[in-house]
């Protein structure tokens, strides 16, 4: 069974602080690797991705990749309250399908 | 700024119903999927689709199951035969090829509550 794990959380960081988000998988066929956020109730919503070993930044976000090691990160700077939410990591081999983590719940507390 | 839009939001239906859920994908994509999460868990891969067939399916996707694209917009799942078990927001994405993968952006899901 090919699986990607993450911790549940809560992960509660202080407003302005940096979250950190794990991220390991299973599969070493995996090729590319996504970060959506999900709010409660909602759908999840594409953050980053990042196919090649080291770090991606795109704004607030830094994802970092490390193939040999089966693991990704999520790195969240300048915390606010809405970024509270489920993230969740994804993997996607050739065939395109993605293989979601539980997800972790990140609270951003004021 | 494009986006996958589904109907109904809420559907609610009997055992052994038939239930249609619908997708409208961005419209120059050319990758369409159906997801689905059970309350409280993963979200979950049904099916991919591409050049009008299934290109992947899971073992949840049996026989009960199927994909259509019957127009250049639309892009339906059907379940025939609904189960207590099939409740679960069902989420339609569609997927671009950006480099060496395909990036998904999902749809509001519908939410299936059978009863």
């Known amino acids: 069974q090919k699986e990607v794990e993450q911790n549940s959380g809560p992960l509660s960081v202080p407003e302005g602080a940096i979250a950190s988000l794990n991220c390991t998988y299973s599969?070493?066929?995996?090729?590319?690797f996504f970060w959506y956020r999900q709010y409660s109730g909602k759908s999840p919503e594409l953050i980053m991705s990042i196919y090649s070993n080291g770090d991606k930044e795109d704004g607030r976000f830094t994802a970092q990749l490390n193939k040999a090691s089966q693991y990704v990160s999520l790195l969240i700077r300048d915390s606010q309250p809405s970024d509270s939410a489920t993230y969740l990591c994804a993997s996607q081999t050739a065939g395109n399908k993605l293989t979601f983590g539980g997800g972790t719940r990140v609270l951003v507390k004021p | 700024e494009p986006e996958v839009t589904q109907t109904p939001s809420h559907q609610v239906t009997q055992m052994g119903q038939e239930v249609i859920l619908r997708c409208v994908p961005i419209s120059n994509h050319l990758y369409f999927y159906w997801y689905r999460q059970i309350l409280g868990q993963k979200v979950e891969f049904l099916v991919s689709?591409?050049?009008?067939?299934?290109?992947?399916k899971s073992e949840i996707f049996d026989d009960q199951f199927s994909v259509e694209r019957p127009d250049g917009s639309n892009f339906t799942l059907k379940i025939r035969s609904t189960k207590l078990e099939d409740s679960a927001m069902y989420f339609c994405?569609?997927?671009?090829?950006?480099?060496?993968?395909?990036?998904?952006?999902f749809g509001p899901g519908t939410r299936l509550t059978v009863l």
């Open positions: 994405a569609s997927g671009r090829t950006v480099g060496s993968y395909n990036e998904q952006f």
């Open positions: 599969d070493r066929g995996s090729q590319s």
């Open positions: 689709f591409y050049n009008n067939e299934i290109s992947e």
